[in-house]
Structures are given as C-alpha cells and as structure tokens.
C-alpha cells in the first residue's frame, strides 16, 4: 500500500503540475523545478545551458510563467533562462496564509537568485514583475547586468483603472476575483487587442481554477499602495528611489502601446529615469505585449542582448 504525498509536498506539487499543463503541454514543454523559499514551494523553469548568463523572467498578476514561454523556447538553446511563478502563483505553492504583499515577493525572489547563485542576471520584467524584479535588483545590485521592462512599474503613481479600482472594495474584490475569478476571465480579453487562441487562454487561465488557487491575485489588487498609509508605500519608495542607480545599467523599454493600464504614461516615466534605454513601441499591441507582438518583441530582446554583451 503507497502513501499519498501531502498535498503541499514536492511530490504532490510536480504531480499537480504535471497534470495542469498536459493539455496545453506543446506549449509549455519544460521541466518542473522547486525550490523552497520562506517557509513556501516556489515552482519555476530553468532551461538552456548552465554557466551563461541567465536571464530571469517575472510575472505579474493575473499570469504565470507560462506568459514567458516564448522568451524561454527562443533563447534556451544558447543561455540559461528561468522564469517563476510568485508564491500563490501559477504552478508554486498557494498557501492560504501566505505572506503576498510587494516586500513578501520581493524575498521569494532574492531567496531563489541566492540559492541558485545567479549571477549577471537579465531581468525580463512584465506588470507587478516590474516592482518585484527591481525590488531584487534594489537588494542585489551586483548580480543584475542588464534590465528589460515591458508594460510594467516600479515607482509610485495615483493612476489605476476604474475596472481594478472597484476590484479593491472588500466585498465585491473577494467575490469577483477569488469567488468568480473575473480577473483572470477579464484579463484574456482586456488585455489583449488581437484575441488570443483557446489553448493560449486555457494556459492562462489553467492554475487558477479553485477560489483557494486565486488567494494571491486578490491580494495583488488590494496591494497597490496609492498613499503614504498602504503597508507596501515605504517598499515601493524605496524600489522607485533606487532606480536612479541603474541609470546606466543596460536596460531596453519594450511596450504594448494600447495597455489601458499601463498606459503609455507609465513609458513615458521609465524614459525619463533611464533615458539611456533602448526603446520600441508595438503600436497595436496592448498590455499582454508578447501575445500580441511575441515576434516583434522577440527579435528587440535578442537585438538588445548582443547589443549589450555580459563580459
């Protein structure tokens, strides 16, 4: 007679895992890897060959690593490349309890990169993986040699849409997001301006099916601190206040013009902290950049990167 694993062991997760990405596994076709980081299971990929410079790839809400299937697929072949999943996120640990405010994710992340002794780092940064990424960056300077940023932030700001306004109200939050899972249903309409495919959506939608699985995206929207009294307001500040010493960091802006959350407002921001930044703007594409430019934005990366080699 075998034992079943406890549901948040290792075995339990990959066995889970396994099994949320078998119908969509053609797009997603890359080994399981787990890491424990502050007390929680944290699932990532790492692909390509070791002892190159990795690029690192961070999500945001309501995606996962699968956002960042292509990034990994085209560049794995010649460098390392990771990308993860938050804690609460995709294929990691969701605990219900967890720790999910900015400062939380930030040190999942530093617990990875110091475990892995990544080094020369690449940041690829998308939506909260801006904030989360550069809030790395902040505790690590030494191991960040070049920063991409696609429709993402990492400094303060008074703009937030209606539509994820009215998610933050207490009742209708918890119910629309984590009871009905409105926000991952809205986002692979909303923020998309060319549809995407239904295996694409499924993928997207895939890790989020139960109310317990979408702890972490209500907690995302409840954590944009908008004023000096949100628990994260000192995290950001000090995030935004160290963006001025990756100045002359190599660092490429890649944005999905047509976002109606992070609005070309937000571009026009992180080319005034670093106008030393390589630049492209995908006019018809909205906030889910690599879906509705993925060739585009693929050919600026790999510009970008033999542009700036890691010596």
């Given at each position: 007679?075998?034992?079943a694993?406890?549901?948040?062991?290792?075995?339990?997760?990959?066995?889970?895992?396994?099994?949320?990405?078998?119908?969509?596994?053609?797009?997603?076709?890359?080994?399981?890897?787990?890491?424990?980081?502050?007390?929680?299971?944290?699932?990532?990929?790492d692909?390509?060959?070791?002892?190159?410079?990795?690029?690192?790839?961070?999500?945001?809400?309501?995606?996962?690593?699968?956002?960042?299937?292509?990034?990994?697929?085209?560049?794995?072949?010649?460098?390392?490349?990771?990308?993860?999943?938050h804690i609460?996120?995709?294929?990691?640990?969701?605990?219900?309890?967890?720790?999910?405010?900015?400062?939380?994710?930030?040190?999942?992340?530093?617990?990875?990169v110091?475990?892995?002794?990544l080094?020369?780092?690449?940041?690829?940064?998308?939506?909260w993986?801006?904030?989360?990424?550069?809030?790395?960056?902040?505790?690590?300077?030494?191991?960040?040699?070049?920063?991409?940023?696609?429709?993402?932030?990492?400094?303060?700001?008074?703009?937030?849409?209606?539509?994820?306004?009215v998610?933050?109200?207490?009742?209708?939050?918890?119910?629309?997001?984590?009871?009905?899972?409105?926000?991952?249903?809205?986002?692979?309409?909303?923020?998309?301006?060319?549809?995407?495919?239904?295996?694409?959506?499924a993928?997207?939608?895939?890790?989020?099916?139960?109310?317990?699985?979408?702890?972490?995206q209500?907690?995302?929207?409840?954590?944009?601190?908008?004023?000096?009294?949100?628990?994260?307001?000192?995290?950001?500040?000090?995030?935004?206040?160290?963006?001025?010493?990756?100045?002359?960091?190599p660092?490429?802006?890649?944005?999905?013009?047509?976002?109606?959350?992070?609005?070309?407002?937000?571009?026009?921001?992180?080319?005034?902290?670093w106008?030393?930044?390589?630049?492209?703007?995908?006019e018809?594409?909205?906030?889910?950049l690599?879906?509705?430019?993925?060739?585009?934005?693929?050919?600026?990366?790999?510009?970008?990167?033999?542009?700036?080699?890691?010596?």
């Open positions: 007679m075998t034992t694993a406890p549901p948040d062991s290792p075995a339990a997760l990959l066995k889970r895992a396994r099994e949320t990405v078998a119908p969509f596994a053609e797009l997603y076709p890359f080994q399981h890897q787990f890491a424990r980081v502050n007390e929680a299971w944290m699932h990532y990929v692909e390509g060959p070791r002892g190159t410079a990795p690029l690192l790839c961070v999500h945001g809400n309501p995606t996962w690593s699968f956002f960042f299937r292509e990034i990994v697929r085209e560049f794995s072949a010649e460098q390392r490349v990771l990308a993860v999943d609460g996120c995709g294929l990691s640990e969701k605990p219900a309890s967890g720790r999910y405010d900015l400062a939380g994710h930030v040190a999942n992340l530093e617990r990875l110091l475990d892995l002794d080094r020369d780092i690449t940041l690829v940064l998308h939506d993986g801006g904030a989360i990424g550069m809030g790395l960056a902040r505790l690590v300077p030494e191991r960040i040699a070049r920063i991409v940023v696609m429709n993402t932030a990492a400094f303060r700001s008074k703009s937030i849409p209606l539509r994820i306004s998610c933050r109200l207490p009742f209708f939050g918890k119910l629309a997001i984590q009871g009905l899972n409105g926000f991952s249903r809205a986002a692979i309409r909303m923020a998309t301006t060319k549809g995407l495919a239904p295996e694409v959506a993928g997207l939608l895939a890790p989020y099916r139960r109310p317990a699985d979408r702890v972490a209500l907690a995302f929207v409840r954590d944009i601190p908008l004023d000096p009294g949100h628990p994260s307001y000192a995290t950001l500040t000090a995030i935004e206040e160290s963006l001025e010493s990756f100045r002359d960091r660092a490429c802006i890649l944005w999905g013009e047509r976002d109606w959350c992070f609005t070309p407002e937000f571009r026009r921001e992180w080319e005034r902290r106008p030393h930044a390589t630049v492209h703007r995908a018809d594409a909205g906030h889910y690599l879906e509705d430019a993925g060739p585009a934005v693929l050919g600026w990366v790999r510009t970008f990167l033999e542009a700036h080699p890691v010596q």
